[in-house]
């Protein structure tokens, strides 16, 4: 689920770039090499490559069925598309005077992947995955992260030689800037073939493996063929580049990343977008406590239809901050915010304009049911708060809903029952373009149903009545099954 959470806000901001007329490069992908992959591959008694290449294909196709609409999909084990670009930065970070071997003894959890000190830890214990970490003592190349402390406050208060690094939200900004405060350590890039065979070897050194930093966080531009024949810097050089990452992961991309970028000669991203984790029902999500959320679980309880999950994270969980997910709580917003509020407008709207011969009539030059919602709505999104794009989405129904009631069109006659269910179809146009970015599968439904088709972008689409050769709805379809 916390991979779900982080496709679909990933999702709904590419979506939304596009409707804005952007052209848009979505790439996601698969972290694929450590000692957790080795150890667990080890544990069922296959190669690391067998158990990778079982469960690679589970995400694509979980994916699919989302509805994520990304374009390129990189896997760090493959050797053609991303070691080239990987082992290219190696070189560079080692000419740029980076990386030093060092012998190091410290406190290493293979589920982070990462060294700790005794401050990460809670009761001794790592607090993400509670356990106790392993003490090791080897010598790896390391990352001289320590020097550049200054640098990278400078580059998220003011700028590092003339860039700017954003994170979303501010609390993150202000984590991370706590953390360069405490002072930085060097960070390990490698471990000794003997501790760690599954990854891309360090180049020049066959002893060595790459660690998770520069193999992992390289997948960015390893997807656009940095340092290879066929690069395609376009997209970075040229791009408005946002990433959209975990918090347990944020001071990587916060402080490694845009450090090893900037001494391999390439431009630090534009914004970081940093999500929450998920509890179930309140808790942490454990196999031992048995409410670990399987999200094709949640796809079969709605039949197939991702947007009901879709909505339910877009809804729920604000970006940047932790949320919960509970059956009692995705099947009430179905049930209400969208069989009831949405579903039964749509029906309720179609079958009484149907009734009139199907035809809109005067749908006037604005309407109070709209407002400035628009204005609202693009800044909420361009702000990368979708919580309150959705919720003004949302508004705007509740708003029909009462206008529906207060006007009692089944009881009007003539011209004065036409205005008025043409009005509420012009907003319901408007709420479906509102929708597409977080259930598009649903919002396309909702605009063939009123005889419209799904735009390319928004260019024009949203001033009242700009639809000027809309005159016909089509046929209602109930929009959302009740639940068995």
């Not at 848009?24 to 698969?30: D, L, Y």
């Not at 050797?79 to 005077?97: C, I, M, R, S, Y």
């Amino acid at each position: 689920m916390g991979h779900v959470l982080e496709k679909v806000l990933a999702d709904v901001v590419s979506r939304w770039f596009r409707l804005q007329g952007d052209e848009v490069r979505f790439q996601i992908g698969t972290d694929e090499h450590g000692v957790k992959i080795q150890r667990a591959a080890e544990a069922e008694g296959i190669t690391p490559k067998e158990l990778v290449d079982r469960n690679v294909p589970l995400f694509e196709d979980l994916y699919k069925k989302l509805g994520i609409s990304y374009d390129v999909f990189i896997r760090t084990t493959d050797q053609k598309k991303h070691w080239p670009t990987v082992q290219e930065l190696w070189k560079k970070l080692n000419e740029a005077g980076k990386l030093e071997k060092q012998s190091y003894t410290g406190l290493y959890c293979s589920g982070c992947e990462r060294f700790m000190t005794k401050k990460d830890l809670e009761d001794g214990k790592c607090v993400n995955h509670k356990k106790e970490p392993e003490e090791v003592t080897e010598e790896n190349y390391f990352f001289t992260l320590s020097a550049d402390g200054e640098n990278l406050k400078n580059l998220l208060t003011k700028n590092w030689d003339g860039e700017e690094y954003r994170i979303i939200p501010q609390s993150r900004e202000n984590e991370t800037l706590a953390l360069i405060d405490q002072g930085l350590e060097d960070v390990s890039f490698s471990r000794p073939k003997t501790s760690l065979e599954w990854g891309i070897p360090v180049p020049g050194d066959d002893d060595h493996t790459m660690y998770v930093w520069c193999d992992a966080l390289t997948n960015y531009i390893s997807g656009l063929g940095y340092f290879t024949d066929h690069e395609e810097s376009e997209w970075w050089d040229d791009a408005n580049v946002t990433h959209v990452i975990g918090k347990d992961i944020a001071r990587f991309h916060a402080l490694i990343w845009p450090a090893m970028l900037k001494y391999a000669g390439v431009r630090i991203p534009d914004s970081l977008v940093i999500h929450g984790f998920l509890t179930s029902e309140g808790e942490k999500m454990s196999k031992s406590l048995g409410n670990v959320v399987v999200p094709s679980e949640v796809l079969e309880k709605f039949k197939g239809n991702p947007d009901p999950l879709r909505f339910y994270l877009s809804h729920e969980v604000p970006v940047g901050r932790d949320g919960d997910f509970s059956w009692d709580r995705i099947i009430k917003l179905y049930d209400s915010k969208m069989r009831n509020d949405l579903g039964n407008l749509l029906n309720r709207v179609l079958v009484l304009i149907n009734k009139e011969g199907g035809e809109l009539g005067d749908r006037g030059a604005s309407s109070d049911l709209l407002c400035d919602g628009w204005k609202a709505y693009e800044e909420s999104l361009n702000n990368f708060k979708l919580e309150d794009g959705l919720a003004l989405a949302m508004d705007i129904t509740s708003k029909c809903n009462q206008y529906i009631d207060e006007k009692k069109p089944w009881g009007l006659e003539g011209d004065e029952k036409i205005v008025v269910l043409s009005e509420l179809a012009e907003a319901l146009r408007h709420i479906s373009l509102m929708l597409l970015p977080f259930v598009p599968h649903t919002a396309e439904r909702m605009l063939n149903q009123l005889g419209l088709k799904v735009p390319e972008t928004l260019e024009g689409k949203t001033d009242w009545g700009s639809e000027k050769d809309w005159q016909k709805v089509g046929e209602p379809e109930i929009l959302f099954e009740p639940l068995e």
